[in-house]
């Protein structure tokens, strides 16, 4: 066989396995979705996650991108999580003053959570955030 075969064979083989993964779950959120491909992908400056999630979960959707443009991830999708959504506020932990046992309180930092529950589901066709998420602003 011939190295370029070979090689085209793996390409091949991966795109399939990707294209696998990257089919939302039946009910999963457009945020839940791409916070999910991110823990296996990372960015790559694109939006491809939030438009294979269009593709395949909300087709109507077409003006998606502007959408999250105006909530400030204009250009990939990481910026989802700096810009447009942060996990609601119940799933943080910290962030309230700890009495302590010298008398004195000390402040515990709110956190994000360090996994996200499973989506609270959407409707089909939406492509807004579930329960899970807050938007930024
Ligand atoms: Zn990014
Ligand atoms: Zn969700």
């Known amino acids: 066989?011939?190295?370029?075969l070979i090689e085209n064979e793996a390409e091949q083989i991966l795109l399939e396995s990707s294209h696998a993964l990257?089919?939302?779950?039946?009910?999963e959120c457009l945020v839940c979705y791409v916070?999910?491909?991110?823990a296996e992908f990372g960015c790559d400056n694109t939006h491809r996650f939030a438009m294979a999630y269009r593709d395949h979960a909300a087709p109507r959707a077409t003006a998606l991108l502007?959408?999250?443009?105006?909530?400030?991830a204009c250009c990939c999708d990481c910026e989802m999580f700096m810009n447009a959504f942060h996990p609601a506020s119940r799933l943080?932990?910290?962030?309230?003053?700890?009495?302590?046992?010298?008398?004195?309180d000390t402040w515990v930092d709110a956190?994000?959570?360090a996994r996200m529950p499973p989506c609270a589901g959407v409707?089909?066709?939406?492509?807004?955030?579930?329960?899970?998420?807050?938007?930024?602003?």
Not at 22 to 27: A, I, Y
Not at 123 to 137: E, H, K, L, T, Y
């Open 92 to 104: 943080w932990t910290g962030g309230y003053w700890q009495p302590g046992s010298d008398g004195y």
């Open 66 to 72: 502007q959408r999250l443009s105006v909530l400030g």
């Open 35 to 38: 916070d999910r491909q991110f």
């Open 123 to 137: 409707r089909r066709g939406s492509v807004q955030p579930c329960a899970n998420w807050d938007a930024a602003r």
């Open 111 to 113: 956190e994000p959570p």
């Open 22 to 27: 990257l089919t939302p779950k039946p009910g």
């Open 1 to 4: 066989m011939d190295r370029e």
